[in-house]
């Protein structure tokens, strides 16, 4: 079994740009950073920052052009595609984004609490995701995440 999964906690660094191709579907593309705090052997905080392209279909587009903004928390969950193409100068060019498939979005400002977006789903919105695992009757504790 194979598995391409990505779960992002961070904040917008544009705003979402959102267009109609020409099948008449919404496609929003936008960027986010995560950040990673560690303390390195000198005892020194480090801070690392990463940023990630995400691309949004349909519904979930429409839902982003309307809510998010640059400096929004949001939860993207989704997977990775990498896209290949040859530019005008005859150069292959490649670019990974993150597909997304359901987003939450956590911030507070201007917000009624913490809404989700899942267009795929007939649910009503979640608070937060929900633990996936094999057997349930079995439920996944933070604690007993080894990371």
Same mark, same amino acid.
């Given at each position: ?9 961070? =904040?917008? @660094?544009?705003?979402?740009? &959102?267009? /109609? %191709? ?8 936008? !960027?986010? !950073? ?12 480090? *801070? ?9 279909? =349909?519904?979930?587009?429409?839902? %982003? ?6 400096? $929004? ?8 595609? /990498?896209?290949?193409? /040859? *530019? ?7 670019? /990974?984004? %993150? &597909? !997304? ?5 956590? *911030?507070? =400002? ?17 608070? !937060?995701?929900?633990? &996936? @695992?094999?057997?349930? $009757?079995?439920?996944? =504790? &933070? ?5």
């Amino acid at each position: 079994m194979d598995l391409n999964k990505v779960m992002l906690i961070g =904040r917008v @660094t544009r705003d979402p740009e &959102v267009r /109609t %191709i020409p099948s008449g579907q919404s496609v929003a593309t936008f !960027a986010m !950073a995560t950040n990673r705090q560690w303390t390195d052997q000198a005892g020194q905080k480090q *801070d690392k920052a990463e940023f990630h392209n995400i691309v949004a279909w =349909r519904k979930l587009a429409e839902i %982003i052009q309307q809510y998010v903004k640059k400096g $929004s928390k949001i939860y993207i969950e989704g997977r990775v595609e /990498t896209r290949s193409w /040859t *530019d005008p100068q005859g150069v292959k060019k490649y670019r /990974t984004e %993150i &597909v !997304a498939e359901n987003m939450i979005m956590l *911030d507070s =400002r201007g917000n009624s609490g913490v809404a989700a977006a899942n267009p795929t789903m007939s649910k009503p919105a979640q608070t !937060a995701p929900e633990p &996936v @695992t094999n057997n349930p $009757s079995e439920e996944i =504790r &933070v604690e007993d995440i080894p990371f």
